[in-house]
């Protein structure tokens, strides 16, 4: 995989050998490497320079959140993933305004609940309206989380 080295960057060393800086200002790693490199800064040689924020038009800056999220994406391990996902459809409204309001917008169950933390509890709750109160442990929110799915 072809890496844009970041600015200022004169030497590179991983897992104990240094790697040459092409004329390019690019370096040649195996793909595995990608996500320690992109924790220092490193970028996919395809990524060109962005323009200035306040210049980009509406599709530059749906692109550029894209390509940001994708690269944080790549350092978060699956699971971590799979339980910011479960908690954001969790919380998310309902697109369907035909559905009663009763019924849970997603199928969360007990296991998926225990999986996540606290943040993601706060947020699953705030998102279905729940109010809460702190201080409040973790195994406080999931009750009152059970409770809002009627899993208790």
Same mark, same amino acid.
């Given at each position: 995989?072809?890496?844009?080295?970041?600015?200022?960057?004169?030497?590179?060393?991983?897992?104990?050998?240094?790697? @040459?800086?092409?004329?390019?200002?690019?370096? !040649?790693?195996? *793909? =595995? %490497?990608? &996500?320690?490199? /992109?924790?220092?800064?490193?970028?996919?040689?395809?990524?060109?320079?962005?323009?200035?924020?306040?210049?980009?038009?509406?599709?530059?800056?749906?692109?550029?959140?894209?390509?940001?999220?994708?690269?944080?994406?790549?350092?978060?391990?699956?699971?971590?993933?799979?339980?910011?996902?479960?908690?954001? @459809?969790?919380?998310?409204?309902?697109?369907? !305004?035909?559905? *009663? =309001? %009763?019924? &849970?917008?997603? /199928?969360?169950?007990?296991?998926?609940?225990?999986?996540?933390?606290?943040?993601?509890?706060?947020?699953?709750?705030?998102?279905?309206?729940?109010?809460?109160?702190?201080?409040?442990?973790?195994?406080?929110?999931?009750?009152?989380?059970?409770?809002?799915?009627?899993?208790?």
């Amino acid at each position: 995989m072809k890496l844009r080295i970041p600015d200022g960057c004169g030497a590179v060393s991983h897992l104990g050998q240094s790697l @040459e800086i092409a004329e390019d200002q690019s370096i !040649e790693v195996d *793909d =595995a %490497a990608w &996500p320690v490199l /992109s924790a220092h800064g490193f970028r996919p040689w395809e990524d060109q320079p962005e323009a200035e924020i306040s210049e980009m038009t509406r599709e530059q800056l749906v692109t550029a959140v894209m390509n940001a999220t994708a690269k944080a994406l790549r350092t978060i391990g699956t699971e971590e993933i799979r339980a910011r996902l479960i908690a954001f @459809e969790a919380s998310a409204p309902s697109l369907d !305004e035909s559905a *009663d =309001a %009763a019924q &849970p917008t997603t /199928s969360i169950d007990a296991e998926a609940l225990s999986a996540l933390n606290r943040n993601e509890l706060f947020a699953f709750l705030k998102g279905k309206g729940v109010a809460v109160s702190l201080p409040i442990t973790k195994e406080g929110l999931r009750a009152l989380a059970r409770q809002t799915l009627g899993l208790t």
